[in-house]
């Protein structure tokens, strides 16, 4: 299964309501998470199997989704929240998407 | 606390075969359900999963590296491993493990540093 996220790149404020989409090639079952990726570390999980919030992560972060369409959204922008997101599934094989840019504007 | 930490050579030459080791803690690949996969990362680029070990010994490949991919684990140290032979440029990367579990919850939540590899001649 091939995953296209969209944005490649995006620029927002502090205080924005974000949205990210990952389309998948085929259905993904909601077998899909997210991961953040700030520079020079490794992932960080966020979310798992669609919507499930992974243990630490702030409430800000959300999962939606199903078939081949999902999308990770952030209620409230923050500073720390720069990084670069991939989603991820693991309903057929594994693979990432080419991951989103985010930067504050 | 789970932790896991890669090693590997540094830098290696193209058609050498490339040996990384994944030190692990805080959880036991003895464990119904659990397992360890190695992922990379070509710099600036995105993620890709290369293999999966589990508890019973089960293995995965991703099928465009398989012939050259071989997974181990030794569980009474704790360590899990990954061999791929033939190396080129391409192979360049940022090697690193993660923990998951069992398909279908085949997801990485805890993920070591990163090993950074160089083939080049």
Redesign the interface.
């Known amino acids: 299964i091939q995953l296209t996220q969209s944005p490649s790149l995006l620029s927002a404020s502090v205080g924005d309501r974000v949205t990210l989409s990952c389309k998948g090639s085929q259905n993904i079952n909601n077998?899909l998470?997210w991961?953040q990726q700030k520079l020079g570390?490794?992932?960080?999980?966020l979310i798992?199997?669609t919507n499930s919030l992974?243990t630490g992560i702030p409430s800000r972060f959300s999962g939606s989704g199903s078939g081949t369409d999902y999308t990770l959204t952030i209620s409230s922008l923050q500073p720390e929240d720069v990084a670069t997101y991939?989603c991820?599934q693991?309903?057929n094989?594994?693979?990432?998407?080419?991951?989103t840019k985010l930067e504050i504007k | 606390q789970v932790t896991l930490k890669e090693s590997g050579p540094g830098i290696l030459q193209p058609s050498q075969t490339l040996s990384l080791t994944c030190s692990f803690s805080g959880f036991s690949l003895s464990t119904s359900g659990i397992c360890v996969s190695w992922i990379r990362q070509p710099s600036g680029k995105g993620l890709e999963w290369l293999a999966t070990i589990c508890w019973e010994d089960s293995k995965g490949y991703n099928p465009s590296l398989k012939n050259r991919l071989t997974i181990s684990k030794d569980t009474s140290n704790n360590q899990a491993f990954l061999k791929i032979t033939s190396v080129d440029t391409a192979d360049t990367a940022i090697y690193y493990c993660a923990r998951s579990g069992a398909p279908p919850v085949h997801y990485f939540d805890y993920w070591g540093q990163g090993v950074m590899v160089t083939v080049s001649s």
């Open positions: 077998y998470a991961y570390e490794a992932p960080k999980l798992y199997n992974q991939f991820y693991y309903n094989g594994y693979t990432f998407g080419s991951g």
